[in-house]
């Protein structure tokens, strides 16, 4: 029965081809634009790296001011200090453990194929392959010992390797950064999370770095962050080993931790480390430490942000103004069909019949109007990628996925449904007799 | 086949109460053919929405086919409408998006009926009236004639128990008349009940019994059931 009420919402559609154009178009315009917010809101709010991200946790302490607590909403610092960083990499609690950072370096390419440029490098150890599951094009990440060394290893991303390399395997080749050379070991494939996760601390929807290396090498090179740094106090003695041994935070820390309990001895590990600090005169404030899941970080950072969250509420309303203003169009069209309804009736459909058959046109209306409103999305989203591109230099970021394709079609039968169900209700209780003249 | 006993519908609005049928009794046969008369206003519109159990009535009592329908929900009318009864209606009143196969395969859809029996019955019916030839056409692509036929051949693809036409000849030319007339007498003959309101002597002439209808009561004596009988046409004469 449900196909022949297809069949029948087909004609109908086909019969007055100008007011369907209008009804599907409403209904367009309302998918797409909810669509479109839903899906940059995805971008944000989705799992960067569910397959792990049940395990990943962040580490914060607060050795912040004794005066007044770190300014964010957390009231802590969202960063460790490098001395507090290499401290608690002692633990063998972690299955995987890594401090970071964003350095800013002169990457220098072949003699004679081209000039040296400015470039993002993440600073880290070799547990940050493991622990993220990043995909190796060729070879594979530096060992444990090279961070000790540290030895002149590093990783490219894909992009860098065409831009060196031009895609070949170039590992074993090397590459001049600042006034060293370094090894490759390894190649990334294409590596495009969502949001650069273990960095939310600024322009998370940045693409990962295209260069990582032993974060080891920071002391021989002095390098300093290219991201945040905080501070409340003054380093105790000027230059570059003054920076090392502040209280400026200015590193992520990421664990591994595989369960609960792994967690929870983790976080004792860590209460006793500030524990011994306060008896050295640091971590002023009341003992705090922080091993935040990444979600619950994303969520805590605010990587979504609320005004996104409202625009998608506000287009939604818009979808339901659109469908709420079709439903006089369509009680108009099915009211003036009243006696091919009483002819059915007559030949015996009920009002359930009538209700359905009515119900299913709205559904294929708002079918067809979701899927145009999907190609409307998808133009737009190019679109907005394109700017994205402009300022993170990434075209990827926003992805109309099988989960927003999804939404979109749920939100299209709702919009039909909304739109539809009260012309059908009150045509089904037309009373049949009545334009049937049958004298 | 069809009873009513002292059945009553009454219109209202704020102002006025217009008694469409008063104390409405009439007894049908099985097998019967009877034509229903009157001038406008008598009653025979609400008569044959009430027979066709199209409207509601709010006393009396009304057997068709032997059961009550005095008190059925939508579904339930909706179910003996489809089943028994098959209407005729003066403007023919087929789907004008649907072809002539489609058309008479309405009311097949209602019941349920599987796909095969469902283009059986329709070829057949569609084979009796002599349109077989026309199963893709649209409606606005036939004759008035030929289309009041493939409104009585959706009729006959139900094989209903009872028949109600309202003035079934009222848009055709004399000589279409005579042959739809031809038609339903053949279908009568099968043992189908019909009820026909004309206005045309001509049409009332081929039934076997005439009423007529004046201010929502039947005027003819004859037309007063008769519970103690229910015996057929066919049996009586």
Wanted: proline content about 6%.
């Amino acid at each position: 029965m449900l196909l022949y009420h297809l069949r029948i919402a087909f004609k109908s559609l086909r019969r007055s081809l100008g007011f369907s154009a209008v009804v599907v178009g409403g209904i367009a315009l309302g998918i797409g634009v909810a669509s479109l917010f839903a899906t940059i809101r995805h971008a944000l709010a989705k799992d960067p790296i569910p397959q792990k991200s049940g395990v990943l946790y962040n580490v914060r302490l607060d050795n912040w001011d004794p005066a007044k607590p770190h300014p964010n909403k957390a009231g802590i610092p969202p960063q460790v200090t490098f001395r507090d960083m290499t401290e608690i990499m002692k633990s063998d609690i972690p299955v995987h453990q890594a401090g970071m950072f964003k350095a800013n370096l002169y990457v220098f390419p072949e003699p004679g194929s081209g000039r040296p440029t400015r470039t993002l490098i993440r600073m880290c150890f070799a547990d940050f392959f493991p622990m993220f599951d990043a995909p190796f094009q060729y070879g594979s990440g530096w060992d444990r010992q090279a961070d000790q060394g540290p030895e002149p290893v590093i990783v490219l991303g894909e992009e860098m390797n065409d831009k060196l390399f031009g895609g070949q395997n170039s590992v074993g080749k090397t590459v001049r950064i600042e006034d060293r050379e370094f090894r490759v070991v390894g190649v990334l494939k294409p590596w495009r999370p969502s949001i650069k996760f273990y960095d939310i601390t600024q322009q998370q929807l940045q693409a990962p770095e295209q260069v990582f290396m032993p974060l080891g090498w920071l002391r021989p090179m002095q390098i300093r962050t290219s991201g945040n740094s905080d501070g409340w106090k003054s380093p105790p003695q000027p230059g570059f080993e003054g920076v090392l041994v502040s209280e400026t935070t200015w590193l992520q820390m990421w664990v591994e931790l595989p369960d609960e309990a792994a967690r929870q001895r983790y976080v004792d590990f860590l209460g006793a480390y500030v524990a011994e600090q306060k008896k050295q005169g640091r971590f002023p404030r009341p003992l705090r430490v922080e091993v935040t899941r990444l979600m619950t970080l994303m969520d805590e950072q605010g990587v979504t942000p609320p005004e996104l969250t409202a625009m998608v509420v506000v287009s939604l309303l818009f979808l339901a103004v659109c469908a709420l203003n079709l439903t006089g169009l369509l009680l108009a069209k099915f009211l003036a069909r009243a006696p091919e309804i009483g002819v059915r009736r007559a030949l015996g459909a009920s009002r359930k019949h009538v209700f359905l058959q009515h119900v299913v046109e709205c559904e294929l209306v708002g079918v067809l109007g979701g899927a145009l409103g999907i190609l409307l999305s998808l133009a737009a989203v190019g679109f907005a990628n394109g700017w994205v591109k402009a300022l993170f230099n990434r075209s990827d970021l926003i992805q109309f996925d099988a989960t927003m394709a999804g939404y979109a079609l749920g939100l299209s039968l709702l919009a039909g449904l909304v739109a539809g169900v009260y012309p059908a209700w009150r045509v089904c209780r037309i009373p049949p007799a009545v334009h049937l003249k049958l004298q | 086949m069809l009873t009513m006993r002292d059945v009553r519908k009454v219109y209202r609005t704020e102002l006025i109460e217009t008694h469409a049928l008063s104390d409405f009794s009439l007894h049908v046969r099985p097998g019967e053919f009877v034509a229903v008369m009157g001038p406008s206003g008598s009653g025979k519109t609400t008569f044959l929405n009430v027979a066709g159990l199209l409207d509601t009535f709010e006393g009396g009592t009304y057997l068709l086919d032997g059961q009550d329908v005095s008190r059925l929900n939508d579904d339930q009318m909706s179910r003996i409408r489809n089943q028994k009864i098959g209407f005729v209606f003066q403007s023919f009143n087929l789907i004008p998006d649907l072809d002539v196969f489609d058309n008479v395969d309405v009311p097949l859809r209602y019941r349920g009926l599987p796909a095969g029996e469902r283009k059986d019955r329709i070829e057949r019916a569609l084979g009796l009236i002599g349109l077989s030839s026309r199963l893709r056409h649209l409606p606005s692509q036939l004759s008035g004639g030929q289309q009041q036929r493939v409104a009585i051949a959706r009729v006959l693809a139900g094989d209903p128990r009872l028949i109600l036409a309202d003035e079934p000849t009222g848009n055709l030319d004399s000589l279409m008349t005579r042959e739809i007339l031809d038609l339903m007498e053949e279908i009568n003959g099968r043992g189908t009940t019909i009820v026909m309101v004309t206005h045309s002597p001509e049409c009332a002439a081929r039934a076997h019994r005439q009423i007529h209808l004046l201010d929502g009561k039947v005027v003819d004596f004859d037309a007063v059931p008769t519970l103690a009988r229910e015996e057929p046409v066919a049996a009586a004469r």
